[in-house]
């Protein structure tokens, strides 16, 4: 039975449901309507967070939402996380996987590097950078929510990570298409690739493969694209809790430190997730049932939905004033991991190309 207690969270969390209604209707208008796009190319989530920020600054969100504003950020999104596990199918990509898999360990273990040695050059804070690093590597603005509550990140530098990612990851997704063409000279896979592994989004990923394969018929690109940038999402299981432990670890004096002590346990619920979706895969192999794409496309739309309830919400606590104190330098460590992983993701195809085909 629910006491005071819990109501008294249900006003913010209502108000996080409104923007996330509001943000898919103008997602809709703007991608569907305007832009002529069958789906709309641009992420609900974005959108959400640029709402909130709007309604947030230009209004003094009331104390009875914020009780409910700082549930969902904190568990609605790790249920939105969890949800986001059954999307992702590491079957699909045992035919490419062999250089796929390499390919975006090189990119994320290179970016950690640069961005490692920018944190002295520019002073950046420690918190900041991980945010950037984790949504430049492995799956944008979902890494940046997913690893905000383990390192203990703050509003603010969520918002600006969130920011930073969103900004280079449009450029990327409406520059790399024509680039990787020209580059990759119509490749469908290392173009492919190209696209899943430099772009930092799951939306954009698909909105690029999208205008590959309209500009240059080649929907085996979008294919590729898409499937590669699920595989990344899956190195979240292990980009976690390593930010963690590297995190606190530098935070703590304690000796005796132990990973458990913030390993965050959610991760445990996104791999259940996964291991769900592919016995029920396994179970309905040869055999079409919609109860089960029923389901999938279920727990799609509520992974969507808290996920973008929980953008919303962090739009609406954040503080543009105080966005604008921490200076240009965490945008110049965004646009040093956009270039270096596309700039790897090339030299590692060039290498594989040279050596292996």
């Given at each position: ?82 949800c986001l596990g059954i999307q992702l199918k590491p079957f699909e990509f045992l035919d490419f996987g062999k250089i796929a898999i390499p390919l975006i360990i090189i990119c994320i273990i290179s970016v950690l590097v640069v961005i490692k040695l920018l944190i002295k ?176 496309d279920i727990i799609k739309l509520f992974s969507k939905i808290f996920l973008t309830m929980a953008m919303a919400a962090i739009g ?42």
């Amino acid at each position: 039975m629910l006491n005071k207690k819990h109501l008294v969270v249900i006003p913010g969390i209502i108000l996080a449901f409104v923007l996330y209604t509001l943000s898919q209707g103008f997602n809709n208008i703007i991608g569907i309507e305007l832009l002529g796009y069958s789906k709309s190319p641009i992420s609900t989530a974005m959108i959400a967070i640029l709402l909130g920020m709007f309604f947030g600054n230009l209004f003094k969100v009331r104390d009875s939402f914020q009780k409910g504003l700082d549930f969902t950020r904190e568990y609605i999104l790790k249920m939105g996380i969890i949800c986001l596990g059954i999307q992702l199918k590491p079957f699909e990509f045992l035919d490419f996987g062999k250089i796929a898999i390499p390919l975006i360990i090189i990119c994320i273990i290179s970016v950690l590097v640069v961005i490692k040695l920018l944190i002295k050059k520019l002073k950046i804070p420690t918190r900041m950078a991980y945010l950037i690093s984790i949504g430049s590597t492995v799956c944008g603005t979902t890494a940046i929510m997913a690893t905000a509550p383990v390192i203990k990140a703050n509003k603010n530098e969520i918002s600006y990570a969130i920011a930073n990612i969103t900004l280079f990851g449009i450029l990327s997704m409406l520059v790399y298409p024509y680039f990787a063409n020209i580059y990759f000279n119509g490749d469908p896979l290392f173009t492919g690739l190209f696209l899943g592994t430099s772009i930092h989004e799951t939306s954009q990923v698909a909105a690029a493969g999208l205008i590959y394969e309209q500009q240059f018929n080649s929907p085996e690109t979008l294919n590729i694209a898409t499937v590669t940038k699920l595989i990344r999402n899956t190195f979240l299981i292990i980009m976690i809790p390593l930010f963690a432990f590297l995190y606190n670890r530098g935070q703590t004096k304690e000796k005796n430190y132990s990973i458990l002590s913030i390993f965050p346990y959610f991760v445990l619920g996104f791999v259940g997730m996964i291991i769900f979706r592919n016995i029920g895969d396994q179970i309905y192999l040869n055999s079409s049932s919609e109860n089960w794409i029923n389901t999938i496309d279920i727990i799609k739309l509520f992974s969507k939905i808290f996920l973008t309830m929980a953008m919303a919400a962090i739009g609406l606590s954040t503080n543009l004033k105080e966005i604008r104190s921490m200076g240009y330098k965490p945008f110049v460590v965004g646009f040093v991991a956009m270039a270096t992983v596309g700039i790897i993701c090339i030299l590692t195809i060039e290498l594989y190309t040279k050596f292996f085909v």
